[in-house]
């Protein structure tokens, strides 16, 4: 604190600081653990035994580190997107786990390794508690082309550009200019575009990448969107960008 006004914050460096700090934030029990992160006792187990918590575990197996905890939160929350209101669509890790019918902890690898990109964070919780999935369109029915293209990091003018430049389908390249009517896609459709394409989100999320540090790598690259698009590339032109990105799934 500022000895000028104690009730200020003051900044200081963290390296010099880890010391002190780590009473405070290491050894946790592992209710310490689950209520600073915002873990539910059967969730805690559930990741626990798929050993997703472990590198938050102090050296020794002395406890819990909760910096590292939340440093598993912020892996699983790259690229987020942020939602103040909770809307159906939007599920917490065990609901959703519930609904697809497996346990938090596939949802979890889902989630790391890209078969689940559709994350948000819920700007009223924290920890855990504020991971949230969006499954539209994984029942295996159609989903509006809006719910895509948000799902994927873009908006609904860029991903109806795309369609009208004739990319990808055909038989929605062709309606009409200025209709009203909601455009829904197959999961065929849905699995063309990723066979094909892939959006500026969905590689900066699977190289951990910054939109800044990404933006670099594709100019290093020579790799520009497809015509008429600003965030949606082909992925035979992206090379070795491409590593790590599932090709079917949204």
């Given at each position: 604190?500022?000895r000028r006004k104690p009730d200020?914050?003051?900044?200081?460096?963290?390296?010099?600081?880890?010391?002190?700090?780590?009473?405070?934030?290491?050894?946790?029990?592992?209710?310490?653990?689950?209520?600073?992160?915002?873990?539910s006792p059967d969730l805690f187990?559930?990741?626990?035994?798929?050993?997703?918590?472990?590198?938050?575990?102090?050296?020794?197996?002395?406890?819990?580190?909760?910096?590292?905890?939340?440093?598993?939160?912020?892996?699983?929350?790259?690229?987020?997107?942020?939602?103040?209101?909770?809307?159906?669509?939007?599920?917490?890790?065990?609901?959703?786990?519930?609904?697809?019918?497996?346990s938090p902890a596939q949802i979890?690898?889902?989630?790391?390794?890209?078969?689940?990109?559709?994350?948000?964070?819920?700007?009223?919780?924290?920890?855990?508690?504020?991971?949230?999935?969006?499954?539209?369109?994984?029942?295996?029915?159609?989903?509006?082309?809006?719910?895509?293209?948000?799902?994927?990091?873009?908006?609904?003018?860029?991903?109806?550009?795309?369609?009208?430049?004739?990319?990808?389908?055909?038989?929605?390249?062709?309606?009409?200019?200025?209709?009203?009517?909601?455009?829904?896609?197959?999961?065929?459709?849905?699995?063309?575009?990723?066979?094909?394409?892939?959006?500026?989100?969905?590689?900066?999320?699977?190289?951990?990448?910054?939109?800044?540090?990404?933006?670099?790598?594709?100019?290093?690259?020579?790799?520009?969107?497809?015509?008429?698009?600003?965030?949606?590339?082909?992925?035979?032109?992206?090379?070795?960008?491409?590593?790590?990105?599932?090709?079917?799934?949204?």
């Amino acid at each position: 604190f500022s000895r000028r006004k104690p009730d200020d914050w003051a900044l200081f460096d963290a390296r010099k600081a880890k010391s002190a700090l780590s009473d405070l934030t290491a050894q946790l029990t592992d209710g310490q653990f689950c209520e600073c992160l915002s873990l539910s006792p059967d969730l805690f187990q559930d990741l626990a035994g798929c050993g997703i918590p472990d590198e938050a575990r102090c050296e020794n197996d002395r406890g819990w580190d909760v910096f590292a905890g939340q440093g598993i939160v912020e892996q699983l929350l790259l690229g987020a997107q942020q939602v103040g209101r909770l809307a159906p669509e939007w599920m917490p890790l065990e609901q959703a786990a519930v609904h697809l019918g497996c346990s938090p902890a596939q949802i979890v690898e889902r989630i790391r390794d890209g078969r689940l990109p559709w994350v948000g964070r819920h700007l009223k919780r924290s920890g855990f508690a504020s991971i949230l999935v969006n499954l539209s369109g994984h029942d295996g029915g159609e989903i509006s082309a809006e719910m895509f293209a948000l799902s994927q990091g873009l908006t609904f003018s860029e991903i109806l550009s795309f369609f009208r430049k004739g990319h990808s389908p055909a038989e929605i390249a062709k309606r009409e200019t200025g209709r009203k009517d909601r455009i829904m896609l197959t999961p065929e459709q849905v699995a063309g575009f990723h066979e094909s394409f892939v959006s500026f989100r969905r590689l900066a999320l699977a190289h951990g990448l910054s939109w800044d540090a990404l933006d670099q790598r594709l100019e290093g690259f020579g790799i520009a969107p497809v015509d008429g698009c600003v965030r949606i590339y082909r992925k035979s032109e992206t090379g070795p960008l491409l590593q790590g990105v599932a090709s079917a799934g949204i």
